[in-house]
């Protein structure tokens, strides 16, 4: 039972500890800062068309009928530039390509601020490719 006792002290330790602020102590959780997130020109609807109008579904993948969602993760640079490209995920190595080379193309964005003061942001990216009738072959682009 004492054993038993001093286990779930052991375990409750931590939880007490962390629960306590010291007297005086500023509590982070309620600080505020003014965040504005990064954004493309003309917000998603223009992103979304940007990459309807860019992307070009490699001839090889629409031949093997290769489908499927490529998720980039990239950093919205203070400048708004992009930069740092991670794909996350994708079906093929074709479409992982094509998905990098519109990325590439990419105009600047609208950075990301806080406090007024802009900051680097990381975005992710998926990117849907799919086929149907020969004139609804654009891949859709989604946030």
């Known amino acids: 039972m004492k ?5 779930i002290a052991i375990l409750l330790l931590p ?5 306590q602020n010291p ?6 959780s309620q600080a505020t800062s003014n965040v504005v997130a990064a954004s493309f020109p003309d917000g998603a609807p223009g ?4 990459l309807r109008q860019n992307i070009r579904y490699p001839r090889a993948a629409r031949d093997s009928n290769i489908t499927g969602k490529v998720v980039i993760q990239f950093v919205i640079e203070e400048d708004g530039s992009l930069s ?4 996350l995920s994708s079906p093929s190595e074709m479409l ?3 998905g990098l080379r519109v990325l590439a193309l990419s ?14 942001v990381k975005f992710t ?6 086929l149907g009738p020969p004139a609804a072959q654009k891949p859709s682009g989604n946030q």
């Not at 990216?125 to 799919?130: A, E, G, Q, R, V």
């Open 84 to 87: 740092n490209f991670n794909v």
């Open 107 to 120: 105009p600047k964005w609208t950075p990301g601020t806080q406090d007024g003061k802009p900051v680097r």
């Open 47 to 50: 992103w979304t068309s940007f």
């Open 23 to 28: 007297a005086g102590a500023a509590d982070k």
């Open 125 to 130: 990216c998926p990117i849907n490719f799919t």
């Open 3 to 7: 054993k038993q006792l001093l286990i």
């Open 96 to 98: 992982t390509k094509e």
């Open 15 to 19: 939880i007490l500890l962390k629960a």
